[in-house]
């Protein structure tokens, strides 16, 4: 029993020294780190903006689509690429801030129906932006049927609230070829 006081004794003054090991911190350690290079994570998230006096409108380009408050800048738009093939496709585009580089899926939501798109960050002037071509045919547009509200969210964008508007599934049906006149048939 003599041997263990001893023994114990050294350990626990070892177990006492081991911090020792280790300087405190001090300002010369926050000053290094506050000149560390950013570890470049994502940009800081956007608020989803106040659409209560949103429309669509038609844009000059009479397949295409944007949303937003009349006189403000546009928060989506949607055009039809190759309407009427088997290839058409219908181009989205979120128009926020995107980091370079980044992809991320924007879910389209509204009327009972879910849509995820992928959408990459794209160059637009001296901007990235969200934008991604998703078949015509693809039944996440379905969620622009009905009459109630849909909502767009790109993670980091915030949600955009999309007002009720036959216009974008008028646009979904003409690019897929869809509720057309058959002017095949010759008239009698």
């Known amino acids: 029993m003599g041997v263990r006081k001893p023994a114990l004794a050294a350990a626990l003054i070892a177990a006492l020294a081991l911090p020792?090991?280790?300087?405190?911190?001090?300002?010369?350690?926050?000053?290094?780190?506050?000149i560390m290079p950013d570890a470049g994570?994502?940009?800081?998230?956007?608020?989803?903006?106040?659409?209560t006096d949103a429309v669509w409108a038609q844009s000059s380009d009479p397949m295409r689509l944007v949303y937003g408050v009349p006189g403000e800048p546009v928060l989506l738009a949607l055009e039809c690429i190759g309407a009427e093939t088997p290839a058409a496709k219908l181009?989205?585009?979120?128009?926020?801030?995107a980091d370079s580089g980044a992809g991320a899926l924007l879910a389209l939501i509204g009327?009972?129906?879910i849509g995820r798109f992928p959408v990459d960050a794209t160059p637009r002037g001296d901007r990235l932006i969200w934008q991604g071509d998703v078949p015509a045919s693809a039944p996440?547009?379905?969620a622009f049927k009905g009459p109630r509200e849909a909502t767009a969210t790109v993670p980091g964008a915030g949600l955009v609230r999309l007002n009720p508007s036959l216009l974008p599934l008028a646009l979904v049906k003409a690019c897929r070829?869809?509720?057309r006149p058959d002017q095949s048939a010759d008239p009698a």
């Open 20 to 34: 020792a090991c280790k300087p405190p911190p001090t300002d010369a350690a926050v000053a290094r780190a506050a």
């Open 41 to 51: 994570g994502p940009s800081t998230p956007l608020p989803s903006p106040d659409t």
């Open 91 to 97: 181009r989205i585009t979120r128009h926020a801030p």
């Open 111 to 113: 009327n009972g129906r």
């Open 140 to 142: 996440g547009w379905d």
């Open 177 to 179: 070829g869809i509720d």
